[in-house]
């Protein structure tokens, strides 16, 4: 069975579109909803034409030279990785509204329509600036909770997007983090941010340091290796 992950769905809510509609690229297969449409109805639709959207799908990527998705910038309906699990990103054509996160934990954008590459930098940006707001709570609620343990204060907190590092510590004590963190599991952001914070005591790698850091987290090897692991895919996708 081909699931929707495999034709990279994309799903896109369209006030001016007739009839069910899929469109193949090379970033995934989309599916256009016109608005009366219920459904089940769609999924059904979807389920008749499953088989051959996938052979266009593998079709289009080979003649594109083999372009993975990941390789191609962000597009709505696609899945983000929010804290390390799969949130659908959807993409309502229509007057422009910022990015938000729907009760049922969806990102929901609305854009006016156009081109898809135009689309994809202006999701990007909304993620990014939903993703800034986002992080400072959530690492200001992190250093709360980690930096009474050795009196360790980052003097501020600055998300960026960072091509190669995951966070860094400037020589004032500012806090760098990589805006990416979002999409890790929420324990190696707490990680990174621990990792920064016992810099702010020993400007190394020493066994002082990573004593420091197992203090606050013992089982930061497994962060670590998940970073290693899976860093640069995140990276390669959003960065
Ligand atoms: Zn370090």
Same mark, same amino acid.
């Given at each position: 069975?081909?699931?929707?992950?495999?034709?990279?769905?994309?799903? +896109?809510?369209?006030?001016? /579109?007739?009839?069910?509609?899929?469109?193949? +690229?090379?970033?995934?297969?989309?599916?256009?909803?016109?608005?009366?449409? &219920?459904? *089940?109805?769609?999924?059904?639709?979807?389920?008749?034409?499953? $088989?051959?959207?996938?052979?266009?799908?593998?079709?289009?990527?080979?003649? !594109?030279?083999?372009?993975?998705? !990941?390789?191609?910038?962000?597009?709505? &309906?696609?899945? $983000? %990785?929010?804290?390390?699990?799969?949130?659908?990103?959807?993409? $309502?054509? &229509?007057?422009?509204? %910022?990015?938000?996160?729907?009760?049922?934990?969806?990102?929901?954008?609305?854009?006016?329509?156009?081109?898809?590459?135009?689309?994809?930098?202006?999701?990007?940006?909304?993620?990014?600036?939903?993703?800034?707001?986002?992080?400072?709570?959530?690492? *200001?609620?992190?250093?709360?909770?980690? *930096? %009474?343990?050795?009196?360790?204060?980052?003097?501020?907190? +600055?998300?960026? /997007?960072?091509?190669? +590092?995951?966070?860094?510590?400037?020589?004032?004590?500012?806090?760098?983090?990589?805006?990416?963190?979002?999409?890790?599991?929420?324990?190696?952001?707490?990680?990174?941010?621990?990792?920064?914070?016992?810099?702010?005591?020993?400007?190394?790698? *020493?066994?002082?340091?990573?004593?420091? $850091?197992?203090?606050?987290? %013992?089982?930061?090897?497994?962060?670590? !290796?998940?970073?290693?692991?899976?860093?640069?895919?995140?990276?390669?996708?959003? &960065?």
């Amino acid at each position: 069975m081909i699931s929707d992950r495999d034709l990279d769905l994309r799903l +896109r809510e369209s006030k001016r /579109a007739r009839a069910l509609r899929l469109i193949v +690229r090379p970033e995934g297969v989309e599916l256009v909803l016109p608005r009366h449409v &219920g459904e *089940s109805e769609a999924r059904h639709f979807l389920d008749r034409h499953r $088989v051959w959207a996938y052979q266009k799908l593998e079709d289009i990527r080979r003649r !594109s030279g083999g372009l993975k998705p !990941s390789c191609l910038p962000l597009t709505g &309906g696609a899945f $983000v %990785p929010f804290q390390g699990v799969a949130t659908e990103l959807i993409v $309502v054509e &229509g007057v422009r509204r %910022p990015l938000h996160r729907r009760l049922d934990g969806a990102f929901e954008i609305h854009l006016p329509g156009g081109a898809p590459e135009q689309e994809a930098v202006e999701i990007r940006h909304a993620l990014y600036r939903w993703v800034a707001v986002w992080m400072r709570t959530e690492v *200001s609620l992190l250093i709360d909770r980690f *930096s %009474p343990l050795e009196g360790l204060q980052p003097r501020q907190i +600055r998300i960026k /997007a960072m091509k190669t +590092r995951w966070g860094s510590l400037g020589p004032k004590n500012d806090m760098n983090l990589n805006w990416l963190l979002a999409f890790t599991p929420p324990e190696v952001l707490a990680y990174v941010v621990i990792h920064e914070i016992c810099h702010i005591r020993f400007r190394n790698h *020493s066994k002082d340091y990573w004593d420091l $850091v197992a203090l606050h987290d %013992p089982a930061w090897p497994e962060r670590r !290796s998940w970073l290693k692991q899976h860093g640069s895919a995140l990276l390669a996708r959003f &960065g």
